[in-house]
């Protein structure tokens, strides 16, 4: 699931309004209306790519390259 915000170009919401971080499979596939939800794990994504080493798995998992930016939302980027 998508948990957390992307500071490297891709246009999210902040990690509050991301529902995969606030709720688990279960709840987001009835929040959806979903019979049943699954997503691929992180090794399945990047088994797809030529070079994984070279993709960014921040938005999944938090670990962003060199740190977390901190407490940075898309709107102060925006200002920029």
């Known amino acids: 699931p998508w948990k957390h915000p992307c500071f490297f170009g891709i246009d999210t919401p902040n990690q509050?309004?991301?529902i995969g971080s606030r709720m688990n499979v279960?709840?987001?596939a009835q929040y959806?209306?979903?019979d049943t939800l699954a997503y691929l794990s992180e090794e399945g994504l990047l088994s797809v790519f030529k070079r994984p080493d070279q993709?960014?798995?921040a938005c999944f998992n938090?670990?962003?390259p060199?740190?977390?930016p901190g407490k940075i939302t898309k709107e102060?980027?925006?200002k920029v």
């Open 26 to 28: 279960e709840e987001t």
């Open 16 to 18: 509050e309004e991301l």
């Open 32 to 34: 959806i209306g979903a």
């Open 55 to 57: 993709f960014c798995l």
């Open 66 to 68: 060199g740190g977390h």
């Open 62 to 64: 938090g670990k962003y």
């Open 76 to 78: 102060i980027l925006e």
